[in-house]
């Protein structure tokens, strides 16, 4: 399957369980969405069966879990129903919920991950946008410790660190090297927490829903029969006991380091809420909700700030070119019906933007999909490059006496079909400064204020012969 579009699942799918705080039963239901639709939650309990997306900057709560709120409505301990539709890369579903927690099942995403599964994963048409971060993105806190790394990749790969000052747990780490691991690797880890806070969880009203197979419990001091009896009441179960070296009851670990991956989890989750996915290599030291969701309001804040200095570049026909049909048959040697570039409206040392005008009388539409006319993607690409002549050809006093060779095209996204009526332009920026005649280029074609398709080009301009 092509990750390369938004996904969704091909038909509903509902669990039921209890909220781990509130004790209450509640059914959770996923529903495929259309394109472009994400992650919304929807309290269909509510009158109005309003709708909160799953958004960082509508979180109001991170004890013990992240809670999301909009008006009215809120919806609690999102964050492992969040990292499997990250881990499984839907980016479009509704998540309806008839209670105010999702159900925590057995403290993992495992049982989300499977019901997604179940009823299959639909590639969509329309492409999914991923983020590539450029720039390191470094978040820390100096108070507690905990630290963000987020750096620039190839593809998204996450490593969570934890150092808990126990001599049960010690120092731990896991990673997530790429997504289509996580089912295997992540989703079933399952929450933890010590002892000496369960007591602590309970008086604060936390918890209702816990039991002894819904997390592990971490025994990070010696217990008294005392204790032991309490937990038991608190637990409404007949006998509890330390079956296996510091952990409580009879829970085995699925790794050594379940609790680490857990942590990597709801960093999956709780990163999942910037609303894009992104390329980059994340190290979170000690990560907690509270932490987990500044850092997504940061990478959030970035993308948002990254985004807007790349617009669609203005054009205004009543402005005079730069260069009009017969200026560029000066510069390049391509001619009727192959030069796809009507002008040229900036030209600057770093960019250049052309204009290419597209019409139902293209040569290329009568066997393009006849009936149906869309510009070739191929021949976007050579209007780039054509576009790119011309900046690479200012460079030099006397272009004419000059040919651009491109030798090598990469990162092509074709986004949105072109077809007739369309005014397509072409932005062409360095990425580099020229060198020994080779040039970098980062291709981008607009119609109007969408992005229709983008490339990164190079290209070598070489004399002509005898010239």
């Given at each position: 399957?092509?990750?390369?579009?938004?996904?969704?699942?091909?038909?509903?799918?509902?669990?039921?369980?209890?909220?781990?705080?509130?004790?209450?039963?509640?059914?959770?239901?996923?529903?495929?969405?259309?394109?472009?639709?994400?992650?919304?939650?929807?309290?269909?309990?509510?009158?109005?069966?309003?709708?909160?997306?799953?958004?960082?900057?509508?979180?109001?709560?991170?004890?013990?879990?992240?809670?999301?709120?909009?008006?009215?409505?809120?919806v609690?301990?999102?964050?492992?129903?969040?990292?499997?539709?990250?881990?499984?890369?839907?980016?479009?579903?509704?998540?309806?919920?008839?209670?105010?927690?999702?159900?925590?099942?057995?403290?993992?995403?495992?049982?989300?991950?499977e019901?997604?599964?179940?009823?299959?994963?639909?590639?969509?048409?329309?492409?999914?946008?991923?983020?590539?971060?450029?720039?390191?993105?470094?978040?820390?806190?100096k108070?507690?410790?905990?630290?963000?790394?987020?750096?620039?990749s190839?593809?998204?790969?996450?490593?969570?660190?934890?150092?808990?000052?126990?001599?049960?747990?010690?120092?731990?780490?896991?990673?997530?090297?790429?997504?289509?691991?996580?089912?295997?690797?992540?989703?079933?880890?399952?929450?933890?927490?010590?002892?000496?806070?369960?007591?602590?969880?309970?008086?604060?009203?936390?918890?209702?829903g816990?039991?002894?197979?819904?997390?592990?419990?971490?025994?990070?001091k010696?217990?008294?029969?005392?204790?032991?009896?309490?937990?038991?009441?608190?637990?409404?179960?007949?006998?509890?006991?330390?079956?296996?070296?510091?952990?409580?009851?009879?829970?085995?670990?699925?790794?050594?380091?379940?609790?680490?991956?857990?942590?990597?989890?709801?960093?999956?989750?709780?990163?999942?809420?910037?609303?894009?996915?992104?390329?980059?290599?994340?190290?979170a030291?000690?990560?907690?909700?509270?932490?987990?969701?500044?850092?997504?309001?940061?990478?959030?804040?970035?993308?948002?700030?990254e985004?807007?200095?790349?617009?669609?570049?203005?054009?205004?026909?009543?402005?005079?070119?730069?260069?009009?049909?017969v200026?560029?048959?000066?510069?390049?040697?391509?001619?009727?019906?192959?030069?796809?570039?009507?002008?040229?409206?900036?030209?600057?040392?770093?960019?250049?933007?052309?204009?290419?005008?597209?019409?139902?009388?293209?040569?290329?539409?009568?066997?393009?999909?006849?009936?149906?006319?869309?510009?070739?993607?191929?021949?976007q690409?050579?209007?780039?490059?054509?576009?790119?002549?011309?900046?690479?050809?200012?460079?030099?006093?006397?272009?004419?006496?000059?040919d651009?060779?491109?030798?090598?095209?990469?990162?092509?996204?074709?986004?949105?079909?072109?077809?007739?009526?369309?005014?397509?332009?072409?932005?062409?920026?360095?990425?580099?400064?020229?060198?020994?005649?080779?040039?970098?280029?980062?291709?981008?074609?607009?119609?109007?204020?969408?992005?229709?398709?983008?490339?990164?080009?190079?290209?070598?301009?070489q004399?002509?012969?005898?010239?």
């Open positions: 399957m092509n990750h390369s579009y938004q996904q969704t699942i091909k038909e509903e799918i509902s669990l039921t369980g209890v909220g781990l705080h509130t004790g209450q039963n509640v059914t959770v239901k996923f529903v495929p969405a259309p394109v472009n639709h994400g992650i919304k939650f929807q309290r269909i309990d509510l009158e109005g069966q309003p709708l909160i997306n799953a958004d960082c900057d509508l979180v109001t709560t991170v004890q013990r879990g992240t809670t999301l709120e909009k008006g009215p409505a809120m609690a301990t999102v964050e492992h129903v969040m990292s499997s539709l990250v881990g499984l890369q839907i980016d479009n579903c509704l998540v309806q919920v008839n209670g105010i927690e999702m159900p925590i099942m057995d403290g993992s995403a495992k049982y989300f991950v019901a997604l599964e179940k009823v299959g994963i639909q590639e969509q048409s329309e492409e999914r946008e991923v983020f590539e971060l450029r720039k390191n993105i470094h978040y820390v806190d108070e507690s410790g905990v630290e963000y790394l987020a750096m620039p190839n593809r998204y790969k996450v490593t969570a660190l934890i150092d808990y000052k126990s001599e049960v747990l010690g120092q731990q780490h896991a990673t997530l090297d790429k997504v289509a691991d996580f089912k295997k690797e992540i989703a079933p880890s399952r929450t933890f927490c010590f002892l000496h806070e369960l007591e602590m969880l309970y008086a604060a009203g936390l918890i209702r816990g039991d002894l197979n819904n997390a592990i419990i971490v025994v990070d010696p217990i008294s029969e005392e204790e032991r009896l309490k937990l038991a009441e608190l637990f409404n179960k007949p006998d509890i006991k330390v079956v296996e070296e510091g952990i409580l009851n009879n829970i085995k670990l699925h790794h050594h380091n379940e609790p680490a991956r857990h942590k990597l989890l709801d960093v999956v989750g709780d990163l999942g809420l910037v609303g894009t996915p992104i390329n980059a290599n994340i190290i030291t000690k990560p907690g909700h509270k932490h987990n969701v500044e850092f997504a309001k940061i990478l959030k804040q970035h993308i948002k700030q985004r807007m200095k790349d617009p669609a570049p203005e054009y205004d026909p009543n402005k005079p070119p730069v260069y009009d049909a200026g560029i048959e000066k510069i390049l040697p391509h001619r009727y019906p192959f030069l796809l570039v009507d002008k040229i409206i900036s030209l600057s040392p770093e960019e250049v933007v052309g204009v290419k005008a597209v019409t139902f009388n293209e040569d290329f539409f009568r066997g393009h999909f006849p009936g149906n006319p869309v510009m070739p993607g191929v021949l690409l050579e209007a780039m490059a054509q576009t790119g002549g011309i900046l690479v050809l200012s460079q030099v006093p006397d272009p004419q006496n000059y651009t060779y491109f030798i090598k095209i990469d990162k092509v996204k074709f986004k949105q079909l072109v077809v007739p009526g369309d005014t397509v332009l072409f932005k062409l920026e360095l990425l580099s400064p020229i060198r020994r005649g080779i040039i970098e280029m980062k291709g981008s074609a607009y119609v109007g204020n969408r992005l229709v398709s983008e490339a990164e080009l190079m290209a070598k301009i004399r002509k012969e005898g010239k």
